[in-house]
């Protein structure tokens, strides 16, 4: 069987895609994924493209791009969106009617250190709307694919599972993965950049390699990317004639990819639960490594750990006088 070749001719575009998904996909390919986090309508920048819409008017755009990817998907598909929750929210109605079925609702989760307000917590998540077509049958779905790792391998069940080559267990509905700043080597010089582990573990969980996947608002083209660097076929289309400069190359596709299971797509960090080894103890062996660092680096992990065990002090003294006031209240308090 041949392999599946990859053009910027064919899979990228400008444009309404609206439009251009009736027309411009290649003959014999489906779609079998939608990954898109389209324009917020808050005043990003994206050049010559507004992002300041009436909202009937930005309510409409997406929801011909929700009945143009539905009419060109596969006939079992996936369709994910990023976007904030009050948003999704506010379209609800229209998008149930797109044809789409709704799926899940994912958080994905990120430090921050802008948007604080007086008014309301930090702005620090967003939505990851998965919708699904099943006109075929159920789309794909590997669980078992990216995993996070098992907390407790010294548990005798959980070794014997580790044993026979499984590394952990399936993902919770939300996801922590930081941001992509300036820092990071896939930055590019436009607004809202979504991080390429985050499009990768949901392309790797719904696709199989060789699978058609498209993003209808593409902006730095990062879907398109991450499919290629999985072995899929990358589709992207957007509006601004700006963003051809973020097109991929066709050396981006990695055409031998080879699939896994039981994949840790994060760094990880110590875990102290899955060392089995206790705050205190821990906090103990902390100390006397400190005395072996500079004294720059010793001066703040000393103060990280006076910090750490005052504070677990102080919750500790609020559990303890909420035990009293438990243990004063009758029957009749509950």
Known sequence: MPKKQWSRDDYCHV??????????????????????????????????????????????????VLVSSYEAAADSAHFFMIHYPEAIAEMWSMIME???????????????????????????????????????????FYPKRIIRPYRNPWDRRVA???????????????????????????????????????????????????DLVVDPFSGTFSTAKAALATGRLGWGCDMNEETQEYWPEETDFIRD???????????????????????????????????????????????????????QETAETSDESEDEVQKSRSVFDY
């Not at 990003?44 to 909202?55: A, Q």
């Not at 309510?59 to 011909?64: A, K, V, W």
């Not at 250190?113 to 099943?134: E, H, P, Q």
């Open 15 to 64: 444009g309404n895609s609206s439009e251009v998904l009736r027309s411009g996909i290649p003959d014999g390919h489906s779609p079998s994924l939608f990954l898109t986090d389209p324009p917020y309508n808050i005043g990003h920048n994206y050049g010559n493209v507004s992002d300041r819409l009436k909202k009937d008017d930005y309510h409409r755009m997406i929801g011909e």
């Open 98 to 140: 797109t044809g789409w079925k709704f799926r899940q609702w994912l958080t994905w989760v990120y430090p921050s250190n802008i948007g604080m307000s007086n008014r309301a917590w930090t702005r620090a998540s967003r939505t990851v709307l998965w919708l699904v077509k099943d006109e075929g049958g159920e789309p794909k």
């Open 160 to 210: 014997q599972l580790i044993k026979d080559g499984k590394r952990g267990c399936s993902l919770y509905d939300w996801w922590e993965i930081n941001l992509t700043k300036n820092v990071n080597k896939e930055k590019s010089d436009y607004s809202n950049q979504i991080p390429q582990v985050l499009l990768q573990r949901i392309i790797r969980s719904t696709t199989d390699v060789g």
């Open 257 to 311: 990819y080879v699939e896994e299971e039981y994949s840790i797509d994060q760094d990880q960090s110590f875990d102290t639960v899955r060392a089995n080894i206790g705050k205190e103890r821990m906090n103990e062996m902390l100390r006397w490594a400190s005395e072996r660092l500079p004294p720059s680096q010793r001066k703040w992990t000393i103060r990280e750990l006076d910090f750490i065990e005052g504070a």
